[in-house]
Every structure is written in structure tokens, then in C-alpha cells.
């Protein structure tokens, strides 16, 4: 077996571990090693924006999970994809760039994580981003990760969801990230010059030109190495070989799936579950895999009389169209997401700040499967979606591994809508959409309400459409929280309590779930956390 020496190994190059490793290879005489399970992101199903539908069943880019059978959803499993790929999610997700409200941060900090506040991450966020836009006391430019404005580009049905929001009573919002969060607008995107601007194109490609940066791709990590209650290494499969990797301090960046499932994989986590597989227990921590937050959402399908995306991507022709378009401007509809517009609001005006998020996509899907929808097979008709996801839900489940197998996928339950207010929220929001939907100049544009339809007016009714169409918005989170407990899994400097030598840095850290897409936090997440390591080597 070879083994690898370094100052720093990093498993995992998503949107977290990319930031780690390229920040840290800046430091004067650090050797860093970044352990990737996927392989390069030359795809074009990567480097072109709207690849990401080609992307979504990818098996050579993504994990593919499925959760178990939820009641919550009527029985249904929950498809979750993820990135296994270098950028990890960055390099398969849907763009929209979301920091999430200042109170977020600031209730991070209240309940004991000092340096979390809205105040302590605002230059973490600022330092990552180039808002192509401009700066502002919000914003900031000259950052490696590209942020675009997508309102010249997008779709007229886009605009006219924002008139008709505002007509409705909504404010305007011309940056989600600015001084405040709520209202409706234009989503930005994490892109540059018309190409994905991943946390790989951004960090990881970049740092590669140091000889302090080594990269091992296709490098399936099976567990940590400790001596006592120190981590001193990596272990890990590419083909039929076993690889060590050792350094004075290890970072666990694998995602809110992968991080909890190579603790428990390494002996780390409830000694009950991991007697039951034969691991042996190396630090007894209960809270691994649980506290999993997700966002979840469901759409309203309208009927439009003008022409929508479905005409572009749904149909051979128009594709060749935007294609050409797209080769020779790097703009047009492949250069964006659906996501085009929405917005954050209130379910009712005595909440203190918005509890929903709205999505606006110019296309639709009638017959796909729930959380299934294919980009270039969307309905043959002219058609819209209004979208919404609750921002903070109640809901807590848990993730453990099924066996000691690191190839196993593990078992999800998010429990989704087991918290009653969840589901009054998602009950909340429909009349919201309607009445969107309902006002001009998108109601002079609009046929008919197809799913869940008028007649759909009951709470009962409601809730059934709920359950049988809600599906996950791939933002999972929390199942190594932060805190100050002796019960959270990592202090608030992201040390794994109880461990020396061992950082977690990733999305799995949150302790309670943002408001909003979760790229621009886990990327946040990086540029903080390798600050705090670099001050402990």
C-alpha cells in the first residue's frame, strides 16, 4: 500500500473542500492533498449552464441517492442528486446564487457559535464573489467566483411574473443578496463569459498550477486513520488498490451525505448503530447523521397562449437553434437556468421576515415523475411553472450507514413534513402563487391552472397535491451541526469534538438551515474555514 505524505489532505473537492484546498495551497509551505471520489469536470454536461438537466442522472457525475420511502410524501423516495464530480454539487446544480438572510447567521451566532454572525461572514461572502453587476456595501467584486444578472437574458414570461408579483403587492427586489432579502426579481447565477463558474473553474482548476496543490481523483475515501484521539490520515480506493494519505490535519469536506457517512464508516457516531455493523467505535457521537434539514417544494403548471421554453428545449429544432446561439455569443437560454425569477415573501404579514421562496421557470413538465423532470423533455404545449420551498423548515431526519461497505449508499430519512408547520407553510403559499398568477400581464398570457387545477380549492385537496407532488430542492444540510453542546458534533472553529487533527467544512456544519439555494453558504463555509485552519498549523 503507498501512502502520501502532506501537510493538509481535504476529502472531497465540492463547493467547500475546493475553497479549503485553494486557499490553504496559497500558504507559504503548505502541501495540500485533495482526495476527489468523481473524476474531471470537462463535461460539457458541466461547463455549459443549462447542462445541468444532462447532468441530473449523470452516473459518472452524479451519486444519484434516494432517500427511504417517506410518509410525508405519500410513501414516495425522494431523489437526491449530487455531485461526484470535481466542484462536487457546484458543477451539477441548478446556479442561483443565495447567502440567505442576515438573521440566519445571526441565529447561529445567539445560540453560541461566535464568528457566525451576519457581520463575521458578510467579508467571507464578499471575498468569494465577482458580481459582474458591480460592488456596493452588499457586494463585491474581483473574487474568483463569477456572479451574473441574468434580466437582460431571460425569458418575457420572466418579466411578466415580476410585473404581475408586483401588482399583486410584492416589492421589487433588484438583489436577493443585498440589503435585504425579500421581494421578487431576477435570480443571479453563479456563471462567467456564458461557462458554470463551479467552485473547480472558481478555486480548485486555478490552484492546480501550484506544486503545493496535488489532486487524486477517482479516490473513493473508506475511512479515516487515528492514532488515539488524533486523525492522522486518509484511506482510501481507486480500482482494486488501497491508498493512505497522512497529514497534521485532516479536512472532511464531503457533503452532508458523504462527511456523516465516513465518520460512522471510521468508527465515529452512535456505538449502537456502529456495533451492529462491526465498527468499532473510535468516538462515541450520537448527533453524527441526524439534525438533516432540507428544503422542499412543489410547483403550480399553467397553460400560457405565447410561446415558452418548451418550444426551445422540447424540440429538436430549437435546441439546433439555441445551440448555434450559444456557441457563437456564449448567451441564449443555454446559458442560464430555469430558475429565472421568484423571489422571497411572507405566508402571512404577521411573520417577521419571508418564510418562502418562490421560483418562475418558462417551461413545464405535466408527466414527469415528482423530483424526476428532464430539461429537454418538457411538455409538447406552451406551458409555466410557479414554484415554491419553504426557507426554514421544522423538520429534522437523520442519514446512517446500512452496512460497513464505504460503496453502500447510506440510508436518508429526512422526515419531510413531519413538522405540522411545514405543511401549513406549502398550504400558505398556494393562494400566493394564484394570486400572482392571477394578475396582469401574466394573466393575459395564461390559458388555464393544469396542476393542481381549480377544482383544487380545499385544504384536503391541497394537501393531497402537496404530498403526492413535493420533492426535495437538493439542498441537504446539518448532519454534523456546529455548536456549543457537548451533544454537536464540531465546536464552532469546526473542529470534530473530541478528536484532534480533524476539521469538518462543508454544508453539513449548518446548524440551521438558510434561507435560499445553499451553494453560496457551503462556499462561505470554505473561505472561513480556511482561515481557521491555517490559524492552527
Known amino acids: 500500500m503507498d501512502t502520501i505524505e502532506c501537510d493538509v489532505v481535504v476529502v472531497g473537492a465540492g463547493s467547500s473542500g475546493c475553497v479549503v484546498a485553494s486557499r490553504l495551497a496559497e500558504r507559504p509551505g503548505l502541501h495540500v492533498c485533495v482526495l476527489e471520489a468523481g473524476g474531471r469536470d470537462l463535461s460539457p454536461w458541466v461547463r455549459m449552464p443549462i447542462g445541468y438537466g444532462g447532468a441530473f442522472y449523470h452516473p459518472r457525475l452524479n451519486w444519484r441517492y434516494y432517500t427511504e420511502p417517506e410518509a410525508g410524501l405519500g410513501g414516495r423516495s425522494a431523489y437526491w442528486p449530487r455531485g461526484k464530480v470535481i ?14 438572510q442576515a438573521e440566519d447567521y445571526n441565529r447561529w451566532a445567539e445560540a453560541g457559535c461566535t464568528g457566525w454572525g451576519y457581520a463575521d461572514v458578510l467579508p467571507y461572502f464578499k471575498r468569494l ?28 414570461l420572466a418579466h411578466a411574473f415580476i410585473a404581475a408579483s408586483k401588482a399583486a403587492g410584492h416589492a421589487v427586489n433588484p438583489d436577493f443578496n443585498g440589503a435585504t432579502q425579500e421581494g421578487v426579481g431576477f435570480y443571479q447565477i453563479t456563471t462567467r463569459g456564458g461557462f458554470r463558474s463551479s467552485a473547480a473553474a472558481a478555486y ?12 487524486e481523483t477517482g479516490a473513493h475515501v473508506t475511512r479515516l486513520l487515528f492514532e488515539g484521539r488524533r486523525c492522522v490520515g486518509v484511506e482510501f480506493r481507486r480500482g482494486d488498490s488501497l491508498h493512505q494519505v497522512t497529514a ?3 479536512v472532511l469536506s464531503a457533503g452532508a451525505i458523504g462527511s456523516p457517512q465516513i465518520l460512522q464508516l471510521s468508527g465515529v457516531g452512535n456505538p449502537d448503530m456502529l456495533e451492529s455493523h462491526g465498527i468499532e467505535t473510535v468516538h462515541a457521537a450520537p448527533e453524527v447523521g441526524r439534525n438533516l434539514q432540507d428544503h422542499i417544494g412543489f410547483d403550480l403548471v399553467y397553460e400560457a397562449t405565447v410561446p415558452t421554453l418548451n418550444a426551445i ?38 411573520r417577521s421576515r419571508p418564510n418562502l421562496q418562490l421560483y418562475f421557470s418558462p417551461l ?56 405540522p408547520e411545514d405543511m401549513e407553510e406549502l398550504l400558505a403559499s398556494v393562494p400566493i402563487m394564484r394570486a400572482i ?3 396582469s400581464p401574466l394573466a393575459s398570457v395564461t390559458r388555464a391552472e393544469l396542476k393542481p387545477g381549480p377544482a383544487a380549492a380545499e385544504r384536503e385537496a391541497l394537501e393531497d397535491y402537496i404530498r403526492a407532488t413535493t420533492g426535495s430542492v437538493f439542498h441537504p444540510c446539518g448532519t454534523c451541526a456546529m455548536g ?53 498549523l
Not at 131 to 149: D, E, I, K, M
Not at 320 to 345: D, E, K
Open 437 to 439: 398568477a392571477g394578475q
Open 129 to 156: 464573489e465577482d458580481n459582474l453587476t458591480g460592488a456596493n456595501a452588499w457586494r463585491a467584486t474581483g473574487g474568483p467566483v463569477g456572479v451574473t444578472s441574468i434580466a437582460a437574458e431571460a425569458h418575457p
Open 313 to 350: 428545449l422540447g424540440r429538436w429544432a430549437g435546441r439546433v437553434g439555441a445551440g448555434m446561439r450559444y456557441v457563437i455569443t456564449r448567451g441564449g437560454p443555454l446559458s442560464l437556468s430555469v430558475n429565472q425569477a421568484g423571489g422571497f415573501v411572507r405566508s402571512d404579514a404577521g
Open 364 to 419: 413545464s413538465y405535466t408527466k414527469a415523475v415528482p423530483g424526476k423532470r428532464r430539461l429537454m423533455k418538457p411538455d409538447a404545449f406552451a406551458g409555466f411553472m410557479i414554484g415554491v420551498s419553504n426557507c426554514h423548515p421544522k423538520s429534522r431526519g437523520e442519514l446512517c450507514i446500512r452496512s460497513r461497505n464505504p460503496e453502500e449508499p447510506p440510508a436518508i430519512r429526512p422526515n419531510y413534513l413531519s413538522a
Open 248 to 250: 497534521r490535519q485532516v
Open 484 to 536: 456549543v453542546d457537548d451533544s454537536a458534533v464540531v465546536t464552532p472553529d469546526l473542529r470534530l469534538r473530541g478528536i484532534e487533527g480533524l476539521t469538518v467544512a462543508d454544508a453539513s456544519v449548518i446548524p440551521s438551515i438558510t434561507s435560499g439555494n445553499l451553494n453560496a453558504p457551503a462556499l462561505m463555509i470554505g473561505e472561513k474555514a480556511a482561515d481557521l485552519i491555517a490559524a492552527r
Open 204 to 215: 480548485l482548476r486555478p490552484a492546480l498550477r501550484r506544486r503545493s496543490l496535488r489532486l
Open 87 to 100: 466542484g462536487g454539487s457546484s458543477s451539477i446544480n441548478a446556479m442561483v446564487f443565495i447567502r440567505g
